[in-house]
C-alpha cells in the first residue's frame, strides 16, 4: 500500500525519456503501465470476491458499531482514524480514505477506494470488554500490524478534565482528584501515593503504573459527574462526588 500512490502518466514520460537519452528503441510504456494496472485491478476484484465467498454466515459483531470508532496509533505508522458513516465505518490514515464491509465478528473487508485495494482488517477485544485494537495487513506478505486506541485529545482539555476534579467518598475514607499540571489529572487515595491518571476513553483514565487498574466517570441525566467507579483486579469500588 505504501508503493501504490504513482502516477501512471508521470512513469510512462520517464521510462519514455530514459530510452531516448540511453539511445534505445520507444517502446509504448504508456501502454504496458495500463494493463499492470488493469492486473492489478482484477487481483484485487479477485480477492474481494474470495474474501466475501468465505464470510461466516449469521456472526455479527460483537459491539455496537460506535465502539469501534475513534484514533488508533501504532508508534512508528501513525493514526488511522475509524469514525461511523450511517450503518457502516469509514477510516482515514496517511490521506488516504477507506471503507468497511463487515464479514463476520469483528472483521472487516477494509477498501482504499483510492487504490482499489482490499484487505482484512480486525478489532480485538480486551480483558474489560473495550475494543483495544485495529489490525491491518499494510505491508504485503508481512503480518498485520496492530494500531492500539488512543483517547480523544479532548480529554486532555483543561475545560473538560475539570469536571473530573473533587473529592470522591469511597468506604467511609475520601479519594481525590485533581490537577496534575494543566492537562493531566491524579488520584490520591488515603495511605497511598498519588496517582497519575491516563486518558483511555471517553470519562475513562487508566492509573499510571498499575496494570489493571483504571477509573471509569458516571454521570447524571443532566451530565454532571456523580461517581467514580474505581476498577481493580479483585473488583469495583463505587466512589460518590462530594457536594462542593
Request: aromatic share 10%.
Amino acid at each position: 500500500m505504501t508503493n501504490l500512490d504513482s502516477n501512471l502518466a508521470t512513469q510512462s514520460v520517464n521510462y519514455t525519456l530514459c530510452d531516448h537519452l540511453l539511445g534505445l528503441e520507444e517502446r509504448p510504456w504508456s501502454t504496458r503501465n495500463k494493463q499492470f494496472f488493469q492486473g492489478l485491478k482484477k487481483q484485487a476484484e479477485k480477492a474481494k470476491e474470495n474474501s466475501l465467498d468465505t464470510r461466516v454466515p449469521d456472526a455479527p459483531l460483537s459491539h455496537p458499531l460506535k465502539d469501534y470508532t475513534g484514533s488508533f496509533e501504532h508508534p512508528g505508522l501513525g493514526v488511522f482514524t475509524i469514525t461511523q458513516d450511517d450503518e457502516t465505518l469509514k477510516g482515514t490514515y496517511n490521506d488516504t480514505d477507506f471503507t468497511f464491509q463487515h464479514l463476520h465478528y469483528d472483521i472487516f473487508l477494509v477498501t482504499a477506494e483510492r487504490f482499489e485495494v482490499h484487505i482484512k482488517g480486525s478489532f480485538v477485544t480486551n480483558l474489560d470488554g473495550d475494543i483495544e485494537s485495529f489490525s491491518l495487513p499494510i505491508e504485503p506478505d508481512a503480518k498485520p500490524i496492530a494500531f492500539m486506541r488512543v483517547a480523544g485529545k479532548h480529554l486532555q482539555e483543561k475545560n473538560i478534565l475539570e469536571q473530573f476534579c473533587g473529592a470522591y467518598e469511597v468506604m467511609d475514607q475520601t479519594a481525590t482528584v485533581a490537577f496534575k499540571g494543566e492537562h493531566i489529572l491524579s488520584l490520591t487515595l488515603p495511605g497511598q501515593p498519588t496517582y497519575e491518571l491516563e486518558p483511555y476513553k471517553e470519562d475513562s483514565f487508566r492509573v499510571q503504573g498499575l496494570s489493571g487498574y483504571s477509573v471509569a466517570f458516571q454521570r447524571d441525566e443532566a451530565g454532571v459527574v456523580t461517581q467514580a467507579l474505581l476498577k481493580q483486579p479483585f473488583g469495583t469500588l463505587i466512589a460518590t462526588k462530594k457536594a462542593e
